[in-house]
């Protein structure tokens, strides 16, 4: 398999195009001759002029790349050895939704040939591709694992606008169904990847390595948001407690902040739920997931208490949010917990205006029934700095105070400028 993929006789596919799939298929088409299939015509007529719908690549990770990309399920059946890289979000009700990824498996499976093999990257709990996935693919298809088919996990570790972190450079764990199957699988991505990969011992040790990521990130961040809570009930600033704690060497460098996203405010709800299939209740992991879920409503509570001690009333404010994205110089704004904040400002019916230099205003409005600014208005009587944007680094205290009126408040939730060293005429907060 592998020297036919190296020759270009047979032909790699990527199912799902997005943050994860587009940046894999690009690189793998350096070397390999590549399908890269999406759902979406539209996105699909971008990529073809070399355009990323994420707006992560630049027009020249285009060139030079043999892929075809298409919405065409057909052109599948031209490939023999399969990536699949869709979202595996969760529901309304934080149960994993399987639906992206069991879709994509049924399209693949109806493209599956003998020798062929299928390789998944979405993020799963432990057991998902052998005990959900591999019997779509063997009933669709009407072959059998082992003896027809190969079978294989690698999770993405792709971390959207990271620039130092990429593919290249991240070591790729790999895993298979059988020895071949994972020497195979370990040569395609070992080609593309220069940090190399890591080799788990089953497809299950590699899913649970990847879920625990994402986890322990999680509860860690957790932690930093109840200290600021804790800290911020005693008159001490947070950000100078870490400074100082992280003098020692072993101290973890975590900070608090929204936690929203596809991946750290995810994927914890994929292990509980396997852990509750297998009869235990999560308790650290569900303590961190409640803490992050509540900041949004704890940061609201807090500026419409610091409001009223202005002697100001809730109803008859205007606030400014600064930020949308799920995080600093992205434009992904899945599980942007920017909205939940805006939504808790809106509860208490504070008149909330945002502005976004990353995320597309057609976005929010369909997503999230929420409209952005072009440019911010001025007489806010608190501006919220939500996500850490380059573009903000730009602008002083003189600027903040100069779209608020009297009695400004400044939220500064990840710290961004540094803490004033004397009265500025502004009240200043952060986590």
């Not at 404010?317 to 909205?339: P, Y």
Request: proline share 6%; hydrophobic share 40%.
């Amino acid at each position: 398999m592998i020297e036919d993929l190296r020759q270009k006789k047979k032909r790699i596919s990527v199912t799902g195009l997005g943050y994860v799939g587009l940046p894999l298929a690009l690189e793998l088409a350096r070397h390999f001759a590549v399908i890269g299939f999406d759902i979406s015509e539209p996105r699909v007529e971008m990529m073809r002029r070399g355009e990323d719908p994420s707006r992560e690549l630049p027009p020249e990770a285009f060139e030079d790349a043999d892929i075809e990309f298409t919405a065409d399920p057909a052109r599948l059946r031209d490939a023999h050895f399969h990536i699949v890289a869709v979202p595996t979000p969760v529901d309304a009700h934080r149960v994993p939704d399987l639906k992206p990824v069991l879709s994509a498996t049924r399209t693949v499976a109806g493209a599956l040939k003998k020798g062929d093999y299928v390789v998944y990257e979405s993020t799963v709990y432990p057991g998902c591709t052998e005990e959900d996935c591999l019997p779509i693919l063997e009933e669709i298809s009407g072959l059998k694992l082992g003896e027809d088919f190969k079978l294989g996990y690698s999770p993405e570790r792709i971390n959207p606008g990271d620039k130092k972190h990429t593919l290249r450079n991240i070591v790729k764990v790999v895993a298979g169904s059988d020895e071949e199957a994972l020497d195979t699988i370990a040569a395609v991505y070992g080609t593309v990847v220069e940090a190399g990969v890591h080799k788990a011992s089953s497809i299950k040790v590699a899913e649970a390595a990847k879920v625990i990521e994402n986890t322990q990130r999680d509860i860690n961040i957790s932690l930093m948001n109840e200290l600021s809570i804790i800290f911020d009930k005693l008159g001490i600033d947070t950000q100078e407690v870490l400074e100082a704690a992280g003098t020692k060497w072993n101290f973890l460098r975590f900070y608090p902040g929204l936690v929203g996203g596809h991946c750290i405010g995810v994927d914890p709800y994929y292990l509980v739920h396997k852990a509750r299939q297998v009869g235990y209740e999560p308790q650290v992991i569900l303590s961190g997931r409640n803490i992050n879920d509540n900041m949004p409503a704890h940061i609201a509570k807090r500026l419409v208490q610091m409001l009223i001690q202005k002697g100001k009333n809730p109803r008859d404010c205007r606030v400014l949010v600064m930020g949308f994205t799920f995080k600093e110089n992205v434009a992904d704004i899945r599980n942007s917990k920017v909205a939940d904040l805006v939504r808790e400002l809106m509860d208490y019916s504070i008149n909330v205006h945002i502005v976004d230099p990353h995320a597309s205003p057609n976005e929010v409005a369909h997503e999230y029934k929420l409209t952005l600014l072009d440019e911010p208005m001025s007489n806010y009587d608190a501006v919220i700095i939500a996500v850490n944007h380059d573009e903000y680094r730009q602008y002083d205290y003189d600027y903040f105070k100069s779209l608020m009126n009297g009695s400004p408040i400044l939220m500064d939730l990840k710290g961004l400028l540094p803490k004033p060293a004397q009265d500025n005429g502004l009240t200043y907060w952060r986590l």
